[in-house]
């Protein structure tokens, strides 16, 4: 039998990762792109963008003409595409990082009357990572200290990295904490000794580096470290393209690639 072919929309086409996104879509014959958009100042508007697809500033071309929408925007935008993907009941992969609790409640909210699958994160090692991490937490307990590091390329604006605070959350769920509670950002002058199940942050930015996380759980006899290098964007382009064909025809639900992986289930979200 034919596989039914899924009509995509891409938000930030121009971008980095909607760049890459657009050279990883010939892997996915499945997904044949009919719009994408860019800001309505972008020099390539009203010209073909990837085949005879033309570059449009108009958010609801995505949700007239495609079955799927992968936003890799601005959190500023997020708003809008998610009352879009509503109205026209059309699922959305979302891969836009910085976004604060204000957006994440745009999305479960978005979740009751359509498919939302976000992650800060699209590859599909963080996504094993941080399953294994939530492992690893819970086997060590309160006995071992976490450090998460990372090094992004010198253009990323967010700080710590979606990745980052995604893998400190995963650290503070299986722990019964809130993260805002445990989360230590700042380290600088006399700032007495470490405190009792604090996750410490630290970031450096840089170069050309795309991107790269570690995790530390440090005892007082051992250290275990896991680390995860992104050595091309494709692999998060990769990612949410997977994402888009597996979301495809979902049930209204708030989703991430943990589900894409059949790591755990849908309602149990």
Known sequence: MAVETIKLGLAGATGRMGKTLLDCLVSYPVLSLRAATASSSHPLLGKPIYQDVVLESRAESLFEKADVIIDFSAPESLS????????????????????????????????????????ANMSLGITLMKRVVSTLTAAFGEGYDVEISETHHRYKVDSPSGTSLMLGEAIAQTRGVSL??????????????????????????????????????????????????????????????????????????????????????????
């Open 80 to 119: 809008d595409y998610l009352d879009l993907a509503v109205r026209y009941q059309k699922p959305m992969v979302i891969g836009t990082t910085g976004l604060h609790e204000g957006h994440r409640s745009y999305l479960h909210d978005a979740a009751k009357h359509t498919a939302i699958l976000y992650s």
């Open 180 to 269: 805002n509670d445990v989360a230590r950002f700042e380290r600088y002058g006399s700032i007495g000794p470490r405190r009792q199940g604090e996750i410490g942050f630290s970031v450096q930015r840089g170069g050309h580096s795309l991107c790269e996380h570690t995790l530390r759980f440090l005892g007082d006899e051992e250290t275990l470290e896991i680390t995860h290098r992104g050595n091309s964007r494709s692999v998060y382009a990769n990612g949410a393209l997977k994402a888009a064909c597996w979301i495809f025809g979902k049930s209204p639900g708030f989703y991430d690639m943990e589900c894409v992986l059949g790591l755990k289930k849908a309602d149990s979200i």
